[in-house]
Nanobody, 123 residues
Framework: QVQLVESGGGEVQTGGSLRLACTVS????????MGWIRQTPRKERQFVAA????????YYAESMNERFTISRDYATNTVYLEMDRLNPQDTAVYYC????????????????WGQGTQVTVSS
């Protein structure tokens, strides 16, 4: 069992940047994959990026790696999502999630979820 708490959301203008953080706690998660998934105002769920906790290997949805960067910090048990050149289509609730089976890919099944953080990009 792990707990995930997101932070860093807010409102930003088109072209701006935000860094989301996800603090991870609980049982050993060294082999987990941590992902960021967003839900748009139309309730569409979109995979954004994922990172393998132990190796740091990453996987991005197509075109996401051009503006988004996922990383993790061992010392603070935090997963980050750096988002640059934001546009209104990036407006969504961003969720941090954990896959205990450690599958790094778009179709991973996430077992644990945070409460989400709202990102709003105004034009």
């Amino acid at each position: 069992q792990v707990q995930l708490v997101e932070s860093g959301g807010g409102e930003v203008q088109t072209g701006g940047s935000l860094r989301l953080a996800c603090t991870v706690s609980g049982n050993s998660f060294n082999h987990y994959v941590m992902g960021w998934i967003r839900q748009t105002p139309r309730k569409e769920r979109q995979f954004v990026a994922a990172i393998k906790w132990n190796s740091g290997g990453t996987y991005y949805a197509e075109s996401m790696n051009e503006r988004f960067t996922i990383s993790r910090d061992y010392a603070t048990n935090t997963v980050y999502l750096e988002m640059d050149r934001l546009n209104p289509q990036d407006t969504a609730v961003y969720y941090c999630a954990a896959d205990k089976d450690g599958f790094l890919g778009k179709n991973a099944v996430y077992d644990y979820w945070g409460q989400g953080t709202q990102v709003t990009v105004s034009s």
